[in-house]
């Protein structure tokens, strides 16, 4: 019998203001001052900041279910962040990771 997993991708666009301002100004962490805009996002991110700033966009069900950080992946201008209450192999095809889709993009 299969079980049903909740996961759920978050793409965070660096170089825009919100990444080099709010979400990186409430980690209160003492080494900030030797991080980079991406590395203090993704510091951010694993301290759980981004809950409290994007609630919208955690469903209610995806924090009953007690849903984890599991990876933080580095693109060339994003952080992907992939929340899931175990981890698994996410599948592609409805992934929003760009570098999935764009290589088949010319196919159509």
Known sequence: MKTNSTQQEVLLVTGTSFATG????????SNNNQLNDI?????ACWNGLLPE???????KTLVDKKTYLWQIREGNSFLELEFADFPE???DFFS?????????EFYN
């Open 22 to 29: 709010q979400l990186c100004k409430n980690d209160n962490s």
């Open 89 to 91: 192999q996410k599948d």
């Open 39 to 43: 590395e203090q996002m993704a510091e």
């Open 96 to 104: 929003i990771d760009p570098y999935n889709f764009l290589a088949t």
């Open 53 to 59: 700033l994007l609630p919208e966009i955690f469903n």
